[in-house]
């Protein structure tokens, strides 16, 4: 009569069984990983919110509001493409017969 042993991959083996890995270091490295990204994003945190600050601080130290400033820019944007544009059409149709003429 034969016995045969099972294998629960509990014991160490020098045979070529499968991949054998201790659970403790896999434990250790997982935790440090855990605890690396905890910091990360701490640091995330303290970071944006020195950032939000300053840059609250400097909006409110401008002369002219920010929406004021886009307020403005609009409508310089607006008056030049509109003075552009009438001027690009009158070149146009003020321009002599001949200069109108197809290029052939």
Do not use: C
Request: cysteine-free; overall charge positive; hydrophobic content about 45%.
């Amino acid at each position: 009569m034969t016995t045969t042993r099972r294998n629960t991959g509990t014991e160490n083996s020098t045979g070529g069984g499968g991949l054998q890995v201790r659970s403790g270091p896999l434990v250790s490295a997982a935790a440090l990983v855990g605890v690396g990204g905890l910091i990360a994003l701490v640091g995330i945190a303290i970071g944006g919110f020195h950032l939000l600050s300053a840059v609250r601080q400097w909006v409110s130290e401008m002369e002219v509001p920010p929406s004021e400033l886009a307020k403005q820019k609009l409508a310089q944007a607006k008056a030049a493409a509109a003075a552009a544009g009438a001027a690009g059409a009158d070149a146009w149709q003020n321009a002599p017969a001949d200069s109108r003429a197809p290029v052939s």
